[in-house]
């Protein structure tokens, strides 16, 4: 096994409108592998794990979550300006849905509801990530499968030759 243990891998977990349901599995995933994340794994930002995060010279930016808001806008342009490689996390980050819903509302329901979008600051759409930037990998599901969030650990901790092309982290130690 090649693995130079100086360099990590620099991510960010970064969550938007959805139900949280891959967080909770990175979470649990990190429990049950956290010393070996922790070897190949700098977190630079992950609110759900840290209070002191930084958005900047990111590796790889996982996102989760439909984009609702203005705001929530403005954020994912900085994640991208700020990642080399974005990897959309779950449906709602991949489709849209099933936050988009409304969307697809017809204009009686959509009118209903405008006073509810305006209080709490809300687009009238609501957006995929690719929708609104470039996105360089997906996992879809929801919760997201985590067969195919680790294969897309293990392809950029090998681009980021971090660990070797025969090796994965699921079999490393």
Same mark, same amino acid.
């Given at each position: 096994?090649?693995?130079?243990?100086?360099?990590?891998?620099?991510?960010?977990?970064?969550?938007?409108? $959805? $139900?949280?349901?891959?967080?909770? @599995?990175?979470?649990?995933?990190?429990?049950?592998?956290?010393? =070996?994340?922790?070897?190949?794994?700098?977190?630079?930002?992950?609110?759900? #794990?840290? %209070?002191?995060?930084?958005? %900047?010279?990111?590796? !790889?930016?996982?996102?989760?979550?439909?984009?609702? %808001?203005?705001?929530?806008?403005?954020?994912?342009?900085?994640? /991208? +300006?700020?990642?080399?490689?974005?990897?959309?996390?779950?449906? $709602?980050? !991949?489709?849209? #849905?099933?936050?988009?819903?409304?969307?697809?509302? &017809?204009?009686?329901? =959509?009118?209903?509801? %405008?006073?509810?979008?305006? /209080?709490?600051?809300?687009?009238?759409? *609501?957006?995929?990530?690719? +929708?609104?930037?470039? *996105?360089? &990998?997906? !996992?879809?599901? $929801?919760? @997201?499968?985590?067969?195919?969030?680790?294969?897309?650990?293990?392809?950029?901790? =090998?681009?980021?030759?971090?660990?070797?092309?025969?090796?994965?982290?699921?079999?490393?130690?």
């Amino acid at each position: 096994m090649t693995e130079n243990t100086q360099k990590k891998l620099k991510i960010g977990w970064f969550s938007f409108t $959805c $139900c949280e349901d891959s967080t909770i @599995m990175f979470v649990e995933m990190l429990n049950d592998n956290f010393f =070996k994340f922790k070897k190949y794994f700098e977190f630079r930002h992950a609110n759900v #794990l840290k %209070s002191n995060n930084e958005l %900047s010279d990111i590796d !790889v930016a996982f996102v989760k979550g439909a984009i609702a %808001s203005d705001k929530d806008k403005e954020k994912l342009f900085k994640i /991208r +300006e700020n990642s080399q490689f974005v990897v959309a996390i779950g449906s $709602c980050a !991949v489709t849209g #849905l099933p936050s988009a819903h409304r969307n697809n509302f &017809d204009e009686k329901t =959509k009118e209903e509801i %405008s006073p509810y979008l305006k /209080r709490f600051n809300q687009t009238d759409h *609501v957006y995929a990530l690719h +929708e609104l930037v470039q *996105v360089d &990998d997906k !996992v879809p599901g $929801c919760p @997201m499968i985590e067969a195919q969030f680790l294969a897309a650990v293990d392809k950029y901790l =090998k681009h980021f030759e971090i660990i070797g092309e025969n090796d994965s982290i699921t079999t490393i130690n």
